[in-house]
């Protein structure tokens, strides 16, 4: 049945015209989370992911095989976000050097309507984003993207102008796949960690999610996190919805820190080693870790901790 209604809801979403935002006769009120009841009911018809975090975290124990997902990109679902982030300013196109604050807002008003903790409020719009919440309620189509699952958002900031000038190539999704497959396929591989120390917006963690439970990310890009977190929410629950049973730290804020550190003290390159825990602005990515580079008192070097610190999670190297 999900695969016949997968068809159906592509064929559908294929034949539909495209939508001009129009003023509403009422102004629009949205309530933090107001978007997870339609991801749920969506998501919960096509692959069965988000019941499946549910089953297993009333279980309390692992249950069941992980439902698996088909990785495939559509140039419909690429217009629809287009579509979207054209729409959220009043004058022109969103591309140009400027684009990471829209990039940023879309990326907050998403996060706001999935409910995450660390996005509570709706996010302000500046003078030229004025009534960009009410136009994307009538652009943004979820569907569109539960329909073809894909990381789209790292495929539009590898392609614009700020996400190139960041140097923000990420892996292609075949490779992704194949490396995923060839570290965790052929195992049970539910329990196993997996972290990317430089998680980009979560390529590799989201085609590890086919496999295994226990994801974990880093970056110091705070958009690109955020970008890690819609694809969590959209695609593997388990990344921005740790469960307690397996990883009581990542589910533990006053461990943040701890955790962050011993993911980077097995990481590779020596690179990372130059970061540090961002505990000013770690609250608006949990469970995913924000680092900064360390900061530097007048006339000091830089210094690293070989040894991390904190607790030792056992994780392989990056």
């Known amino acids: 049945m999900p695969s016949e209604l997968l068809a159906v809801l592509r064929q559908t979403i294929l034949a539909a015209k495209p939508i001009t935002p129009k003023p509403l006769a009422a102004p629009l009120k949205l309530e933090h989370g107001w978007l997870l009841p339609h991801l749920l009911a969506a998501e919960g018809a096509l692959w069965g992911r988000w019941e499946h975090w549910h089953d297993t975290m009333m279980a309390g124990r692992i249950i069941g095989s992980i439902p698996l997902i088909n990785w495939e990109s559509n140039s419909a679902a690429r217009r629809m976000l287009e579509t979207s982030l054209n729409c959220i300013t009043t004058h022109g196109g969103w591309q140009g050097w ?141 990344l921005v919805r740790s469960f307690p049973f397996l990883d009581p730290h990542n589910c533990d804020p006053a461990a943040s820190a701890a955790v962050s550190d011993s993911l980077i003290a097995q990481a590779r390159p020596e690179l990372l080693q130059l970061t540090e825990h961002d505990g000013d602005t770690q609250a608006q990515f949990e469970p995913l870790k924000k680092r900064r580079l360390r900061r530097r008192r007048p006339g000091a070097h830089v210094t690293t901790d070989p040894s991390g610190a904190g607790l030792s999670l056992g994780l392989p190297p990056g």
């Open 98 to 238: 400027g684009s990471w604050q829209v990039f940023d807002y879309f990326l907050d008003w998403l996060l706001f309507g999935f409910g995450h903790r660390g996005q509570p409020l709706l996010p302000t719009e500046p003078s030229d984003f004025t009534g960009a919440s009410e136009r994307l309620y009538q652009v943004f189509n979820l569907e569109t993207l539960l329909a073809w699952p894909h990381d789209y958002l790292g495929e539009i900031l590898a392609e614009n102008r700020h996400g190139q000038h960041l140097g923000f190539y990420p892996t292609p999704m075949e490779v992704a796949r194949m490396m995923a497959a060839m570290t965790l396929g052929g195992e049970d591989a539910r329990c196993k960690s997996v972290c990317d120390p430089c998680v980009g917006t979560g390529r590799l963690l989201l085609a590890a999610s086919n496999h295994s439970y226990r994801l974990y990310g880093c970056d110091l890009n705070p958009t690109v996190l955020k970008a890690t977190l819609v694809n969590g929410w959209l695609y593997a629950p388990w």
